[in-house]
Protein backbone atom coordinates (compact mmCIF):
# COMPACT_ATOMS: atom_id res chain seq x y z
CA UNK A 1 0.00 0.00 0.00
CA UNK A 2 2.86 2.52 0.99
CA UNK A 3 4.75 1.89 -2.30
CA UNK A 4 1.08 2.38 -3.71
CA UNK A 5 0.88 5.66 -2.13
CA UNK A 6 4.46 7.09 -3.10
CA UNK A 7 4.11 6.27 -6.65
CA UNK A 8 0.79 8.38 -6.62
CA UNK A 9 2.99 11.33 -4.43
CA UNK A 10 6.13 10.92 -7.27
CA UNK A 11 3.73 10.85 -10.32
CA UNK A 12 5.10 12.91 -12.96
CA UNK A 13 3.00 16.43 -12.97
CA UNK A 14 1.72 17.80 -16.22
CA UNK A 15 -2.29 18.65 -15.78
CA UNK A 16 -3.26 20.58 -19.11
CA UNK A 17 -6.63 22.30 -20.23
CA UNK A 18 -9.00 19.67 -21.55
CA UNK A 19 -10.61 21.04 -24.27
CA UNK A 20 -14.43 20.11 -25.50
CA UNK A 21 -13.77 16.80 -27.47
CA UNK A 22 -11.93 15.71 -24.73
CA UNK A 23 -14.84 16.44 -22.23
CA UNK A 24 -16.70 14.59 -24.70
CA UNK A 25 -14.42 11.71 -25.24
CA UNK A 26 -13.85 11.18 -21.16
CA UNK A 27 -18.12 11.52 -20.87
CA UNK A 28 -18.68 9.10 -23.53
CA UNK A 29 -15.86 6.62 -22.09
CA UNK A 30 -18.55 4.61 -20.29
CA UNK A 31 -21.16 4.51 -23.40
CA UNK A 32 -18.17 3.01 -25.46
CA UNK A 33 -17.52 0.17 -23.19
CA UNK A 34 -20.49 -0.72 -23.03
CA UNK A 35 -21.75 -2.26 -25.88
CA UNK A 36 -18.87 -5.15 -26.33
CA UNK A 37 -19.42 -5.75 -22.72
CA UNK A 38 -23.33 -6.60 -23.39
CA UNK A 39 -22.33 -8.63 -26.62
CA UNK A 40 -19.77 -10.91 -24.83
CA UNK A 41 -21.85 -11.36 -21.81
CA UNK A 42 -25.79 -10.12 -22.34
CA UNK A 43 -26.49 -11.27 -25.80
CA UNK A 44 -29.81 -11.50 -26.11
CA UNK A 45 -30.70 -9.81 -23.03
CA UNK A 46 -29.62 -9.98 -19.15
CA UNK A 47 -28.19 -13.17 -18.54
CA UNK A 48 -29.52 -14.93 -15.45
CA UNK A 49 -28.63 -17.64 -13.79
CA UNK A 50 -30.27 -21.53 -14.84
CA UNK A 51 -29.15 -23.29 -11.68
CA UNK A 52 -26.39 -25.62 -11.58
CA UNK A 53 -24.44 -27.97 -13.88
CA UNK A 54 -21.15 -27.25 -15.87
CA UNK A 55 -22.37 -24.65 -18.10
CA UNK A 56 -23.88 -22.67 -15.36
CA UNK A 57 -20.65 -22.79 -13.17
CA UNK A 58 -18.23 -21.38 -16.53
CA UNK A 59 -20.75 -18.72 -17.31
CA UNK A 60 -20.90 -17.20 -13.43
CA UNK A 61 -17.17 -17.67 -13.33
CA UNK A 62 -16.58 -16.03 -16.66
CA UNK A 63 -18.97 -12.97 -16.44
CA UNK A 64 -20.83 -13.72 -13.00
CA UNK A 65 -18.29 -12.10 -11.15
CA UNK A 66 -17.69 -9.30 -13.22
CA UNK A 67 -21.26 -8.46 -13.00
CA UNK A 68 -21.90 -7.70 -9.47
CA UNK A 69 -18.59 -5.86 -8.81
CA UNK A 70 -18.26 -4.16 -11.51
CA UNK A 71 -22.08 -3.76 -11.64
CA UNK A 72 -21.96 -2.20 -8.16
CA UNK A 73 -19.12 -0.20 -9.05
CA UNK A 74 -21.37 1.36 -11.87
CA UNK A 75 -23.91 2.61 -9.08
CA UNK A 76 -21.41 3.96 -7.62
CA UNK A 77 -19.85 6.49 -10.53
CA UNK A 78 -24.45 6.99 -11.45
CA UNK A 79 -25.13 8.03 -8.28
CA UNK A 80 -22.54 9.97 -7.25
CA UNK A 81 -19.59 10.46 -9.39
CA UNK A 82 -22.24 12.11 -12.33
CA UNK A 83 -23.23 14.14 -9.89
CA UNK A 84 -20.43 15.44 -8.98
CA UNK A 85 -18.52 15.40 -12.38
CA UNK A 86 -21.84 17.51 -14.26
CA UNK A 87 -21.66 20.21 -11.40
CA UNK A 88 -17.83 20.71 -11.77
CA UNK A 89 -18.51 20.94 -15.11
CA UNK A 90 -20.87 23.93 -14.45
CA UNK A 91 -17.92 25.54 -11.98
CA UNK A 92 -16.05 25.39 -14.81
CA UNK A 93 -12.26 26.23 -14.75
CA UNK A 94 -9.55 23.82 -12.41
CA UNK A 95 -12.52 22.43 -10.60
CA UNK A 96 -13.58 20.91 -14.23
CA UNK A 97 -10.40 19.96 -15.15
CA UNK A 98 -10.06 17.79 -11.44
CA UNK A 99 -13.39 16.28 -12.28
CA UNK A 100 -12.48 15.40 -16.32
CA UNK A 101 -9.42 13.10 -14.49
CA UNK A 102 -10.77 11.82 -11.30
CA UNK A 103 -13.92 10.59 -13.72
CA UNK A 104 -11.18 9.23 -15.89
CA UNK A 105 -9.99 7.14 -13.12
CA UNK A 106 -12.92 6.19 -11.78
CA UNK A 107 -13.32 4.51 -15.39
CA UNK A 108 -9.92 3.04 -15.21
CA UNK A 109 -10.73 1.46 -11.93
CA UNK A 110 -13.56 0.00 -12.96
CA UNK A 111 -11.72 -1.82 -15.75
CA UNK A 112 -9.25 -3.05 -13.37
CA UNK A 113 -11.87 -4.07 -10.98
CA UNK A 114 -13.60 -6.46 -14.09
CA UNK A 115 -10.02 -7.40 -15.49
CA UNK A 116 -9.30 -8.47 -11.95
CA UNK A 117 -12.91 -10.66 -11.70
CA UNK A 118 -11.99 -12.76 -14.77
CA UNK A 119 -8.40 -13.07 -14.30
CA UNK A 120 -5.98 -14.74 -11.82
CA UNK A 121 -3.59 -12.02 -9.69
CA UNK A 122 -0.23 -11.69 -11.36
CA UNK A 123 3.13 -10.84 -9.80
CA UNK A 124 3.31 -7.60 -7.50
CA UNK A 125 5.37 -5.95 -10.90
CA UNK A 126 2.33 -6.62 -12.84
CA UNK A 127 -0.10 -5.39 -10.94
CA UNK A 128 2.35 -2.28 -10.56
CA UNK A 129 1.78 -1.94 -13.95
CA UNK A 130 -1.97 -2.35 -13.81
CA UNK A 131 -2.38 0.50 -11.30
CA UNK A 132 0.12 2.99 -13.06
CA UNK A 133 -2.41 4.49 -15.34
CA UNK A 134 -4.98 5.79 -12.17
CA UNK A 135 -1.81 6.76 -10.14
CA UNK A 136 -0.84 8.49 -13.04
CA UNK A 137 -3.64 10.72 -12.96
CA UNK A 138 -4.12 11.04 -8.79
CA UNK A 139 -0.52 12.71 -9.53
CA UNK A 140 -2.03 15.14 -12.12
CA UNK A 141 -4.86 16.13 -9.69
CA UNK A 142 -2.88 16.95 -7.27
CA UNK A 143 -0.67 19.33 -9.56
CA UNK A 144 -3.76 20.87 -10.64
CA UNK A 145 -4.51 22.00 -6.52
CA UNK A 146 -0.87 22.73 -6.25
CA UNK A 147 -1.01 25.57 -9.47
CA UNK A 148 -4.05 26.52 -8.46
CA UNK A 149 -3.52 27.94 -4.58
CA UNK A 150 -5.24 31.53 -5.25
CA UNK A 151 -7.97 30.26 -6.49
CA UNK A 152 -11.83 31.05 -5.79
CA UNK A 153 -12.70 27.02 -5.57
CA UNK A 154 -9.43 26.27 -3.43
CA UNK A 155 -11.39 24.46 -0.85
CA UNK A 156 -13.08 22.39 -3.91
CA UNK A 157 -9.62 21.41 -4.89
CA UNK A 158 -8.31 20.58 -2.02
CA UNK A 159 -11.29 18.09 -0.87
CA UNK A 160 -10.84 16.52 -4.42
CA UNK A 161 -6.74 16.13 -4.05
CA UNK A 162 -6.96 14.29 -0.56
CA UNK A 163 -10.27 12.45 -1.57
CA UNK A 164 -8.44 10.97 -4.35
CA UNK A 165 -6.11 8.75 -2.61
CA UNK A 166 -8.93 6.46 -1.55
CA UNK A 167 -9.00 5.44 -5.10
CA UNK A 168 -5.54 3.58 -4.09
CA UNK A 169 -7.78 1.21 -1.94
CA UNK A 170 -7.01 -1.40 -4.81
CA UNK A 171 -3.57 -2.05 -3.77
CA UNK A 172 -4.40 -2.19 -0.02
CA UNK A 173 -4.12 -5.58 1.82
CA UNK A 174 -5.77 -6.59 3.63
CA UNK A 175 -8.17 -4.08 4.90
CA UNK A 176 -8.92 -1.76 1.99
CA UNK A 177 -12.35 -0.69 3.61
CA UNK A 178 -10.34 1.20 6.69
CA UNK A 179 -7.90 2.64 4.08
CA UNK A 180 -10.63 4.67 2.56
CA UNK A 181 -12.20 5.08 5.52
CA UNK A 182 -8.97 7.37 7.31
CA UNK A 183 -8.77 9.44 4.29
CA UNK A 184 -12.51 10.42 4.05
CA UNK A 185 -11.51 12.83 6.72
CA UNK A 186 -9.03 14.64 5.32
CA UNK A 187 -11.39 15.57 2.64
CA UNK A 188 -14.77 15.88 4.98
CA UNK A 189 -11.85 19.33 6.37
CA UNK A 190 -11.96 21.01 2.90
CA UNK A 191 -15.47 19.92 2.26
CA UNK A 192 -16.94 21.17 5.01
CA UNK A 193 -15.15 24.36 4.66
CA UNK A 194 -17.61 24.46 0.93
CA UNK A 195 -20.25 24.11 3.20
CA UNK A 196 -20.18 26.48 5.21
CA UNK A 197 -19.64 29.14 2.80
CA UNK A 198 -22.01 28.43 0.20
CA UNK A 199 -25.05 26.31 2.22
CA UNK A 200 -28.16 28.19 1.75
CA UNK A 201 -26.95 30.91 -0.74
CA UNK A 202 -25.57 28.44 -3.83
CA UNK A 203 -27.00 25.05 -3.69
CA UNK A 204 -24.60 23.85 -6.82
CA UNK A 205 -21.93 23.86 -4.28
CA UNK A 206 -23.67 21.89 -1.61
CA UNK A 207 -25.00 19.35 -4.25
CA UNK A 208 -21.24 18.86 -5.29
CA UNK A 209 -20.43 18.51 -2.28
CA UNK A 210 -22.87 15.92 -1.68
CA UNK A 211 -21.68 14.07 -5.08
CA UNK A 212 -17.84 13.61 -4.25
CA UNK A 213 -18.19 12.94 -0.35
CA UNK A 214 -21.40 10.54 -1.39
CA UNK A 215 -18.65 8.26 -3.30
CA UNK A 216 -16.17 8.07 -0.91
CA UNK A 217 -18.82 7.26 1.65
CA UNK A 218 -20.11 4.75 -0.15
CA UNK A 219 -16.87 3.17 -1.62
CA UNK A 220 -16.26 1.79 1.88
CA UNK A 221 -19.34 -0.69 1.84
CA UNK A 222 -18.64 -1.59 -1.39
CA UNK A 223 -15.30 -2.66 -0.75
CA UNK A 224 -16.04 -4.61 1.93
CA UNK A 225 -19.06 -6.49 0.38
CA UNK A 226 -17.03 -7.05 -2.78
CA UNK A 227 -13.35 -6.99 -2.07
CA UNK A 228 -13.22 -7.55 1.94
CA UNK A 229 -9.20 -8.11 2.33
CA UNK A 230 -8.22 -6.39 -0.92
CA UNK A 231 -9.11 -6.64 -4.80
CA UNK A 232 -11.11 -9.94 -5.65
CA UNK A 233 -9.18 -11.63 -8.57
CA UNK A 234 -10.21 -15.21 -10.27
CA UNK A 235 -9.18 -18.19 -8.83
Same mark, same amino acid.
Given at each position: ?131 ? =? ?39 ? =?? =? ?59
Amino acid at each position: SEMCIRDSINAEYGGKDEDQVNWVKGFNGFLRALPPYIKQYHTTGLSWSTGGGAQAASHQTSGGSTSASGGSFDALINNHVNLYYNLSKKLGGPVAEQAELFKEAVTKEKELIEHAAKTKKPQSAEVQKLLA =PISDIMGKITAIKEKNRGHQYFNHLNAVAEGTPALGWVCVE =PT =PGPYVSDLIGSSEFWSNKILKDFKGKDEDHVNWVKGFNGFLKELVPYIKSHHTTGLTWAK
